[in-house]
């Protein structure tokens, strides 16, 4: 059984980027810096904290898909504009790492269901990691798992 070591306990800063779909041509070394297309920043991809506060009966304004059985993880698949996650910084593709030091790489759905909506405060990492509806790759599985649940 192969163990997923937690973002925390990498000794270097780790960015795992998603595959491209269509990837922008070549764009040669002397012309990188003027091209509209061309776009070097990495930060996007590191892992973030999210901090929310949820009184009773409250909706955060995002919604889940994904758990163990998709072998994706948990995906942000939705962000109400405006809501108290969109303020957050919480975004459309954003992957959750962890909620309340609870791993979430490796959660059955439902557990992440229950851990979200019974938290009155939630802290929760994440890392933004887009994928697209229509790709035939294997992260496009996670569109096709038929439990989604907003909070």
């Known amino acids: 059984m192969d163990q997923k ?11 795992f980027l998603p595959s491209y779909e269509n990837p922008p041509a070549w764009i040669p070394p002397q012309e990188r810096v003027h091209q509209p ?3 070097n920043e990495l930060t996007q991809f ?3 904290t999210i901090v929310l506060k949820k009184p009773p009966g409250a909706q955060l304004g995002f919604n889940i898909r994904g758990g163990k059985a998709s072998q994706l993880g948990i995906f942000i698949s939705k962000v109400v504009p405006d809501s108290d996650a969109h303020r957050a910084g919480l975004q459309e593709g954003d992957q959750v790492l962890s909620v309340n030091e609870v791993d979430f790489q490796d ?5 992440a269901v229950e851990i979200l909506k019974t938290a009155r405060e939630i802290l929760m990492r994440v890392r933004f990691f887009p994928y697209s509806k229509s ?3 294997a992260a496009s599985n996670l569109c096709y798992v038929p439990t989604e649940e907003h909070f």
């Open 37 to 39: 297309d061309y776009n």
């Open 135 to 137: 790709s035939s790759s």
């Open 46 to 48: 590191l892992p973030r």
């Open 107 to 111: 959660i059955e759905h439902s557990r």
């Open 5 to 15: 070591i937690p973002y925390d306990d990498y000794q270097l800063p780790v960015v």
